[in-house]
């Protein structure tokens, strides 16, 4: 036997494609897509019997059976016939998995289904040179269902994108009407600008639409964030505004309000502060640190005048508990009094109490009545015992009248006095005693009258 080294015409010289493999320039079976997914993996076929396809004459020489007669593929120099026989039976085994493969792929839907096909006729067109043993006519079938099952494949593929296309394009059309309405109706402005960048974000992610449409889309979508910006601007803006407003209409507040915040005219300051507040609430709010600045002052003045008044009416309620414990004191002193006794003696003391009431002072509302109460039935005892005894001793009427106006003169002129002090109302309890003791001594006057 020759030197298996050296090939002989129609061998496979070293360097040379692989038997079976697609032309230089062609592409590649693995070029036709993604490797199949592993849910759709190839079938691979058992070895097959090269004996029933080819044989290799003892000089080496290699022939394959077709359709169309044998052909000599190669001569081989490597060792007996038998291994030269599985040698092409190899190849052939390996151009079948190349087909196994591409069916796989197509099968599976990855990878393009142009380049599925392209690969497919790359592999046909080498079988008729292809050095091999085995059913070349089977995988020349197959590769035909290939190449017709690519052309469906690929349509479907296209079917399928432009209805993908259809789909984004729609998507973004969503979108992009979506911002428009953000643009120029929202005012949630945190909310709003949160949503047109989310909007953005799923934007980017969504491919496979027509440029020169997804360009408009684009437009419209810039156009719609650019006005959200500049009425979002313009509202804050209007809004800085605003606030630079009101913080100098606080400062003018708190300067009222200092000023108010030592005075000890309780009631007309208590109101003037609850207008001052009534404008602070209705001025908005200044910008945040000045308002927090502004509003502390503001507040501090109030507490200032507040705390003077409180402590004030706390030291006023004690004054008028004393006023109240000092008239309970005049009523047990001046509780013993008879006008049945000595009439004279008893109107004397009940002047002196009344006097002395009188100068006390006022007493804590809740003890007025009782306290007025009491003092009236004193008065009333007195008064009633005076009218019996008028009624008793007429001589002494025109007397007893006198000292009634002189009594009235008395009161009229402690509420002149009480007037000219401020006090009114003390003025009005005098005159209103007034009233009393000229009521009676008109009665004085009529009984000696006759009347």
């Given at each position: 036997m020759t030197d298996s080294s050296a090939p002989k015409p129609g061998a496979p010289k070293p360097g040379a494609p692989k038997p079976g493999a697609p032309k230089p320039g062609a592409i590649k079976p693995s070029a036709a897509?993604?490797?199949?997914?592993?849910?759709?993996?190839?079938?691979?076929?058992?070895?097959?019997?090269?004996?029933?396809?080819?044989?290799?004459?003892?000089?080496?020489?290699?022939?394959?059976?077709?359709?169309?007669?044998?052909?000599?593929?190669?001569?081989?120099?490597?060792?007996?016939?038998?291994?030269?026989?599985?040698?092409?039976?190899?190849?052939?085994?390996?151009?079948?998995?190349?087909?196994?493969?591409?069916?796989?792929?197509?099968?599976?839907?990855?990878?393009?289904?142009?380049?599925?096909?392209?690969?497919?006729?790359?592999?046909?067109?080498?079988?008729?040179?292809?050095?091999?043993?085995?059913?070349?006519?089977?995988?020349?079938?197959?590769?035909?269902?290939?190449?017709?099952?690519?052309?469906?494949?690929?349509?479907?593929?296209?079917?399928?994108?432009?209805?993908?296309?259809?789909?984004?394009?729609?998507?973004?059309?969503?979108?992009?009407?979506?911002?428009?309405?953000?643009?120029?109706?929202?005012?949630?402005?945190?909310?709003?600008?949160?949503?047109?960048?989310?909007?953005?974000?799923?934007?980017?992610?969504?491919?496979?639409?027509?440029?020169?449409?997804?360009?408009?889309?684009?437009?419209?979508?810039?156009?719609?964030?650019?006005?959200?910006?500049?009425?979002?601007?313009?509202?804050?803006?209007?809004?800085?505004?605003?606030?630079?407003?009101?913080?100098?209409?606080?400062?003018?507040?708190?300067?009222?309000?200092?000023?108010l915040s030592d005075s000890t005219d309780w009631g007309p300051t208590a109101a003037a502060f609850r207008d001052l507040l009534t404008e602070w609430k209705a001025a908005g709010r200044a910008p945040r640190d000045a308002d927090d600045a502004l509003w502390k002052r503001f507040k501090g003045a109030q507490d200032v005048f507040f705390a003077a008044r409180n402590a004030a009416a706390s030291e006023r309620d004690a004054e008028f508990d004393e006023n109240a414990t000092a008239k309970e004191a005049l009523l047990r002193e001046f509780g013993d009094i008879n006008p049945e006794k000595d009439l004279e003696a008893a109107r004397a003391a009940l002047r002196d109490l009344q006097d002395k009431w009188d100068a006390i002072g006022k007493v804590p509302r809740e003890r007025m009545h009782d306290l007025e109460g009491k003092l009236r039935a004193i008065e009333k005892k007195v008064r009633d015992a005076v009218d019996s005894q008028w009624r008793r001793t007429d001589p002494e009427a025109m007397a007893r009248a006198a000292q009634f106006r002189e009594r009235v003169a008395q009161f009229e002129d402690q509420a002149a006095k009480a007037t000219a002090a401020g006090k009114t109302k003390d003025a009005e309890k005098a005159l209103a005693q007034a009233q009393q003791w000229r009521e009676w001594a008109e009665a004085a006057e009529g009984a000696v009258n006759g009347l």
């Open positions: 897509g993604p490797a199949p997914a592993v849910a759709h993996p190839p079938t691979l076929a058992p070895p097959s019997d090269p004996s029933l396809f080819g044989r290799v004459d003892e000089d080496g020489t290699a022939w394959v059976k077709t359709t169309d007669g044998e052909r000599q593929i190669g001569s081989w120099q490597a060792g007996d016939a038998a291994e030269g026989l599985a040698h092409f039976g190899r190849r052939y085994d390996d151009l079948a998995t190349e087909v196994g493969l591409l069916e796989a792929r197509l099968a599976s839907g990855a990878g393009d289904a142009k380049k599925t096909k392209a690969a497919a006729v790359a592999l046909a067109e080498s079988l008729p040179t292809a050095a091999v043993i085995g059913d070349i006519d089977a995988l020349a079938r197959r590769l035909d269902v290939i190449v017709a099952e690519s052309d469906q494949a690929a349509a479907a593929a296209k079917v399928e994108r432009e209805h993908e296309r259809e789909e984004h394009t729609h998507r973004k059309e969503e979108l992009a009407a979506e911002a428009e309405q953000i643009g120029t109706e929202s005012t949630q402005w945190k909310a709003a600008g949160d949503r047109l960048r989310e909007i953005l974000d799923e934007w980017k992610t969504i491919r496979g639409v027509d440029r020169k449409i997804d360009d408009a889309l684009w437009k419209r979508y810039s156009k719609a964030r650019e006005a959200f910006n500049r009425r979002r601007g313009a509202h804050f803006a209007e809004l800085d505004r605003d606030r630079a407003s009101a913080k100098v209409v606080k400062e003018e507040l708190v300067v009222r309000a200092e000023a």
